[in-house]
């Protein structure tokens, strides 16, 4: 379950403050939002799987042929822990039942589910629906229980703005979206406080959540895989 609250709340290292973001949400929907872009739709696993990878991983997987990507989405998993593994399936499954109504052939490639990907649940989430502000805040720690399937119900042209707020060490990182219509939400990301922390939030997840088990090992793999014909 989660609380719904009216005023501004409190978190170690900031502040949700309605006001605030509201004027920052107006100032993204004024200039353009920074979105990232929707991936090819041809390669189902890499669209799942870009916003995990390191950047060495990718470099290495788009010079690839087709039956080494097949090999490389193999060695991928191996190289990583299976809890990690089964980490992303449960964020995937996720993924498939809240934001279908955003993409529903590929529900994990829109800009909201590959930050869901990434970082798991949100520490809150402020958002406005029409003229008024709210927040939802996640009960219980890290998991994806702290979005629940009450999105499946929401009413996608009601709602036009959400803020996630993500706890990295001190300090809160946000994501800012902004709705499209008929039906997209684009990430705007802005000058919040916090965000200076964002790239340091995100390696985290992909070093911790995501974490190689020995990347000497194997990054000669890769090497060997870039080789083969």
């Known amino acids: 379950m989660k609380k719904l609250i ?31 872009n929707l991936l090819p739709s041809k390669d189902k696993w890499y669209i799942q799987h870009y916003i995990i990878m390191q950047d060495f991983e990718r470099a290495a997987y788009k010079k690839l ?3 080494a990507k097949e ?12 809890e990690a593994r089964m980490e992303f399936l449960r964020r995937i499954d996720h993924v498939m039942k809240v934001f279908k109504k955003e993409n529903s052939a590929q529900p994990w490639n ?12 949100p520490a809150s989430i402020e958002y406005k629906q029409m003229d008024n502000w709210g927040m939802r805040i996640a009960e ?13 119900k929401e009413n996608i042209q009601a709602r036009t703005a ?3 707020a993500y706890q990295c060490d001190e300090q809160l990182v946000y994501y800012a979206f902004t709705f499209s219509a008929p039906k997209k939400w684009k990430l705007a990301q802005g000058a919040f ?15 911790q959540t995501y ?5 000497d090992q194997y990054t000669k793999k890769l090497e060997n895989l870039k080789k083969a014909k």
């Open 6 to 36: 009216s005023q501004s709340k409190s978190f170690p290292g900031g502040k949700f403050n309605f006001l605030s973001i509201g004027t920052l949400l107006l100032a993204f929907l004024i200039l353009d939002a920074c979105s990232i």
């Open 65 to 67: 042929s087709p039956e």
């Open 71 to 82: 090999k490389f989405q193999i060695l991928f998993w191996e190289a990583r822990w299976p």
């Open 110 to 121: 829109t800009d909201r589910a590959r930050i869901f990907l990434l970082n798991g649940s």
């Open 140 to 152: 219980g720690g890290e998991g994806v229980t702290g979005i629940t399937a009450e999105r499946d």
């Open 162 to 164: 959400e803020v996630w």
């Open 193 to 207: 406080s916090g965000n200076r922390f964002l790239g340091k939030l995100e390696i985290r997840s992909r070093e």
């Open 211 to 215: 974490a190689i088990k020995d990347i």
